[in-house]
């Protein structure tokens, strides 16, 4: 996570805007129990203006993170927290917006290393260091609103489901476990 926030303050500005909002809230240090991870497309630098900045936890206790999470952010704009069931797995999502920038917040009971978020940006991370000029590729699609799992199947060729799509083809190409 060190490594992911310096790469921020070092960044664009958007990344150094991130950076600054993300310590604002002090949101690393109030749910530092949570082992919080940033993810997405703010890291890998491939950010548009709509992007949001997501923030995987790894949660045993969903009722007492959800009591945490709207003791703490209930005030922002937009707030809003629902739990839901992916992947058979329960989860507490809330989102809201601070200093500009919307805020995803997801707690799972699993291990970040294991979580969805964290394996496709892991095999995001691989392809845009090894294929040139897909970052403009997936910039390109994201700004025509395209998701950014599905831009990268759409640039791989992948088909299906392509948050299962993604974490098959980086376990088949074994950037991830």
Same mark, same amino acid.
Not at 3 to 8: S, W
Not at 116 to 127: C, K, N
């Given at each position: =996570? *060190? ?21 604002k ?16 497309? !703010?890291?890998?630098?491939?950010? %548009? ?7 995987? =936890? ?6 007492? !993170? #959800?009591?945490? %999470? ?6 922002? $704009?937009?707030?809003?927290l629902?739990?839901?069931?992916? $992947?058979?797995?329960? %989860?507490?999502?809330?989102? !809201? ?15 970040? #290393? ?6 496709? =940006? ?17 910039? $390109? ?7 950014? #799992? ?7 060729? *992948? ?5 299962e ?9 074994? =950037?991830?476990?």
């Open positions: =996570m *060190l490594r992911i926030l310096d790469f921020l303050q070092a960044g664009s500005a958007k990344q150094k805007e991130a950076f600054h909002a993300i310590r809230l002090k949101i690393l240090n109030d749910l530092a129990a949570y082992n919080p991870t940033l993810c997405g497309t !703010f890291p890998l630098n491939i950010a %548009v203006d709509t992007s949001d900045l997501d923030i995987i =936890m790894e949660v045993y206790n969903l009722g007492a !993170f #959800e009591i945490e %999470v709207r003791n703490l952010y209930s005030r922002h $704009r937009h707030f809003h629902k739990k839901l069931e992916i $992947r058979g797995n329960p %989860v507490v999502k809330a989102n !809201f917006t601070f200093e500009g920038f919307e805020f995803e917040l997801f707690g799972q009971p699993q291990p970040i #290393e294991k979580q969805y978020a964290y394996l496709h =940006m892991s095999v995001e991370d691989h392809l845009l260091k090894q294929i040139p000029g897909l970052r403009g590729d997936i910039i $390109r699609l994201k700004k025509q609103g395209i998701k950014t #799992e599905p831009a990268f199947c759409k640039v791989l060729g *992948l088909r299906g489901d392509p948050y799509s993604l974490i098959h083809y980086g376990r088949e190409q074994g =950037m991830i476990p």
